[in-house]
């Protein structure tokens, strides 16, 4: 359950980026993973904004995504449930770290350790099947 929350909470954020009206929690997240806080990142762009949005829904949809794994096929598959979800969050981890560091936002990846530790927590241990 706190898997799909971590995950799916960074996507309202993201969609709320979509509109200049609401986009500041998308910007100030930005600025803040990219630290330092400086306010150097801007939702000014068009194409930031539809990234935005692609960013919100894929986050949203795989947190709702977990969420249901959690309720539908972790009691009949527990430990396959767990390692599917693992391998997401771990993918996730490895892409948007090497991300972060190639676009020159490397306390992302450093960032991405703690969202890790929380997101992944008991999904360390095996299962009781």
Do not use: H
């Amino acid at each position: 359950m706190v898997t799909a929350i971590v995950v799916a909470s960074f996507g309202p954020v993201f969609f709320f980026g979509t509109m200049p009206s609401s986009s500041e929690p998308a910007r100030w997240t930005l600025d803040f993973l990219s630290w330092s806080v400086d306010a150097a990142q801007s939702y000014e762009a068009p194409t930031t904004r539809f990234l935005s949005a692609l960013t919100g829904g894929f986050l949203f949809g795989w947190g709702i995504c977990i969420f249901f794994l959690r309720q539908w096929v972790y009691d009949k598959a527990p430990d396959e449930t767990r390692k599917a979800v693992l391998a997401g969050v771990l993918s996730w981890f490895v892409l948007d770290s090497m991300g972060s560091i190639a676009s020159g936002n490397p306390s992302n990846a450093f960032f991405n350790i703690i969202v890790l530790l929380i997101a992944v927590g008991p999904l360390w241990r095996p299962a009781k099947g």
